[in-house]
């Protein structure tokens, strides 16, 4: 919740400067990541980043490979905290430098590709909100992060999911805007 010690560890690492050491190419980590992406049991975490503008909040969104947009998000992959692997994903993903709170505030549900009709295929997401100070490069350039009003950021997360999951996914926009007015 907001208020909560925020994280330290790689987000520190993003504030003071130092580059976050990335596993090279073809490492066990990496093979190993990718194995797992679809391990239902892996802990699934996401970034909610946001800025003020007039004093409404914006969302930062990042496409995936097929083009759907998302917040920047993935699996708890040997970080220290949650919060920790939600900063790291809005680094890498969206190239966001901020403040990632400790406690993640709701979950929602993300179908991961493969048989939609299969109930092993979703996942449950922990959003975390992140509070952007700076943008750099992203790691991965086909993300392409953009920032959208509230409104325009719900429109964008419902396309290509089914209402159920548009819903739940939608609510976070709604949750977190919310939170970030109580700041």
């Known amino acids: 919740m907001p208020g909560h010690t925020k994280t330290v560890g790689v987000l520190t690492q993003f504030l003071s400067g130092q580059n976050y050491p ?4 073809g490492s066990s980590r ?11 049991e ?26 759907h947009w998302t917040f920047p998000k ?25 403040s990632v709170e400790h406690l ?13 009709r299969s109930r092993r295929f979703v996942a449950t997401v922990h959003a975390h909100l992140c509070e952007v100070k700076q943008l ?22 419902e396309k290509c999911r089914s209402s159920e999951f548009a819903a739940e996914i939608v609510s976070v926009i709604d949750q977190a805007a919310r939170l970030i007015r109580r700041l």
């Open 22 to 25: 990335l596993p090279p190419a």
């Open 30 to 40: 990496i093979r190993r990541n990718l194995s797992s992406a679809l391990d239902p």
């Open 42 to 67: 892996r802990l699934q975490v996401a970034a909610v980043c946001y800025r003020l503008r007039r004093g409404k909040p914006e969302f930062l969104l990042v496409r995936t490979r097929i083009g």
């Open 74 to 98: 993935g699996g708890v992959d040997g970080d220290a905290t949650p919060a920790d692997a939600a900063a790291r994903e809005a680094y890498e993903e969206a190239g966001v430098k901020g």
């Open 104 to 116: 993640p505030f709701t979950c929602y549900r993300h179908r991961k590709p493969g048989n939609p």
């Open 136 to 157: 750099v490069r992203p790691l991965e350039d086909y993300r392409t992060p953009t920032w959208f009003r509230a409104d325009k950021a719900k429109r964008r997360l």
